[in-house]
């Protein structure tokens, strides 16, 4: 029986090592992200990574840091033959990844050299790509620059967001890990160097980088908000207020106003203009201190205020 370290924390994950326990593979211990607390009233919570663990009475490791932390000289003493990991969120040092007796893996959603970093679906959908996918590589310090084992690509479809990606791209690297890890240990398997002339990078999303720009196209805002959704959310700032946007549509019409100028509305429906002469409809957004609103909620009371041309956006 081959015996696994695993290590993951997000949902992604979860189902990567339920189906390693599925499987028959001896896994020795899974690392992952300490408890953190969620929601509004802050409830510690545990990692879905570590919730199989504890349903399958496998030891838990929760590093704060892994660089030599008790945790990773534990993880070194089981010595497994893999490594295992999916989104664990942390860089592992070197003396953890020769750890392993065979190799230490990593299964990555997006196809490499395309996407290093933190937030590779994020930045697939908020480019407006067609396609993403699912690495499994080599693991090396070098952050996701290990040779690549297996590839498959995936669509991205104009209504997908982060939250159906993930999904999709959690069952594709679930599948693609376990038809690849029998191949590894058989030796059948020649690792491709990944080009360095093609590498781009995704790193983490930043506050800042949650605020729209109207004066993109009403396309590329429509990548962003599905690319900041469900989480951390896009956002404008209306009358004057910060505000979310859950739901946009790009409209088949053109615009002279500036980006941010009322093109249009009525009961139920908003319109705005933003860059490229686009026309973005407002379908679904949470002003600060609201709930989420439905355009038609939103308006009830407040589109007798507004006037087309106006600069109500920003």
């Not at 899974?30 to 009475?57: F, N, W």
């Not at 999303?205 to 396309?219: N, Q, V, W």
């Not at 910060?242 to 908003?270: C, F, I, M, N, Y």
């Amino acid at each position: 029986m081959t015996s696994v370290i695993f290590m993951g924390t997000p949902e992604f994950s979860a189902p990567i090592l339920s189906s390693l326990i599925e499987k028959g593979y001896d896994v020795l211990a899974v690392v992952t992200q300490p408890d953190r607390r969620v929601g509004r009233k802050h409830v510690l919570t545990a990692s879905p990574v570590k919730q199989v663990a504890v349903e399958h009475g496998i030891e838990v490791l929760q590093p704060q840091k892994i660089s030599g932390s008790d945790e990773m000289a534990r993880a070194i003493e089981l010595a497994p033959d893999l490594i295992v990991t999916a989104a664990f969120g942390q860089f592992l040092p070197t003396k953890l990844l020769k750890a392993a007796k065979v190799a230490a893996v990593n299964v990555h959603a997006s196809l490499l050299p395309k996407y290093r970093g933190g937030a590779p679906v994020h930045y697939a959908i908020m480019n407006g790509d067609k396609e993403t996918g699912v690495s499994i590589m080599f693991m090396e310090k070098k952050m996701d620059a290990g040779d690549v084992l297996a590839q498959q690509a995936l669509p991205i479809t104009d209504q997908d967001d982060v939250g159906s990606m993930f999904k999709k791209l959690s069952v594709l690297g679930r599948d693609l890990l376990l038809e690849t890890l029998p191949k590894l240990l058989a030796g059948e398997i020649t690792p491709v160097p990944q080009d360095e002339d093609q590498v781009t990078f995704s790193p983490t999303i930043k506050s800042d980088e949650e605020r729209i720009d109207l004066t993109l196209s009403a396309h590329l805002i429509d990548c962003k908000v599905r690319a900041l959704r469900p989480a951390p959310i896009a956002h404008i700032y209306l009358n004057g207020v910060r505000t979310k946007l859950w739901q946009v549509t790009v409209l088949d019409e053109t615009t002279d106003l500036k980006p941010g100028a009322l093109v249009s509305h009525d009961k139920h429906h908003l319109a705005i203009a933003t860059g490229e002469h686009g026309v973005l409809s407002l379908d679904e957004i949470q002003p600060a201190g609201k709930p989420k609103l439905s355009i038609t909620d939103f308006l009830n009371g407040t589109s007798d205020a507004l006037t087309i041309g106006e600069q109500v956006a920003e």
